[in-house]
């Protein structure tokens, strides 16, 4: 069974670079995109990046771009992410996702980490 | 930016009754490039409808996507008492992708 765990600083001051890791369990990296979820509190999801395993060019929530960096290590099986200059406004739950295909064109998350809470704040 | 506006915000119903859900866009949805989850508690989400209209493997006949451009719905014909759960719905068919806050169907 292929389980994705997030892990992370749970407090980080603002103006510094947040970087979280997802570890995916019973299965490879391969094959698949990989990315990342939030939901700030008593908000909805917001969407803030992917990338193809295999590819170095990822997509990002264009309010998120300047400050993000997503990456893939298929040597160890581990998903990425940093987001430089937090401020308040980035204090989340952080999921990593794993993002499937259907159809060619239909891109769905088809397994999530249980999530990891982030604040920012000094 | 889609903006996604999900109503109602609850909807209680009794089991066997039908529901239905509202996800509405602030344009049209590319390609009808829009997804249907639920999330029940404690649980991760899980895809329902792809495409606006599409049940993904394994999902009972019961739940029905519809809708197109900046309008859609998501139709459970006949409410059983595992379907009592949180539903999102998801577009992906411009950047940035954007959810929906949610519907919560209760008994």
């Known amino acids: 069974q292929v389980q994705l765990q997030e892990s992370g600083p749970g407090l980080v001051k603002p103006s510094e670079t947040l970087s979280l890791t997802c570890t995916v369990s019973?299965?490879?990296?391969?094959?698949?995109?990989w990315g990342w979820l939030r939901r700030p509190p008593g908000k909805g999801l917001e969407w803030i990046g992917h990338?193809?395993?295999?590819?170095?060019?990822?997509t990002y929530n264009p309010s998120l771009k300047s400050r993000l960096t997503i990456s893939v290590d298929r040597s160890t099986d581990q998903v990425s992410l940093r987001l430089s200059s937090v401020t308040a406004a980035d204090t989340a739950m952080y999921f990593c996702?794993?993002?499937?295909?259907?159809?060619?064109?239909?891109?769905?998350?088809?397994?999530w980490g249980a999530g990891t809470p982030v604040t920012v704040s000094s | 930016e889609v903006v996604l506006t999900q109503s109602p915000g609850t909807l209680s119903l009794s089991p066997g009754e039908p529901a239905t859900l509202s996800c509405r866009a602030s344009?049209?949805?590319?390609?009808?490039?829009l997804s249907w989850y639920q999330q029940m508690p404690g649980q991760a989400p899980r895809l329902l409808i792809f495409?606006?209209?599409n049940r993904a493997n394994g999902i009972p006949q019961r739940f029905s996507g519809s809708g197109f451009g900046a309008d859609f719905s998501l139709t459970i014909s006949r409410l059983e008492p595992e379907d009592f759960a949180v539903y999102f719905c998801?577009?992906?068919?411009?950047?940035?992708?954007?959810f929906g806050q949610g519907t919560k169907v209760e008994i």
């Open positions: 495409g606006a209209s």
């Open positions: 019973g299965d490879s990296v391969g094959r698949y995109y």
């Open positions: 990338l193809y395993y295999s590819s170095a060019r990822p």
């Open positions: 996702v794993r993002v499937d295909r259907l159809n060619f064109d239909h891109y769905y998350f088809d397994l």
């Open positions: 344009q049209s949805v590319s390609n009808n490039f």
């Open positions: 998801h577009q992906y068919g411009s950047s940035p992708w954007t």
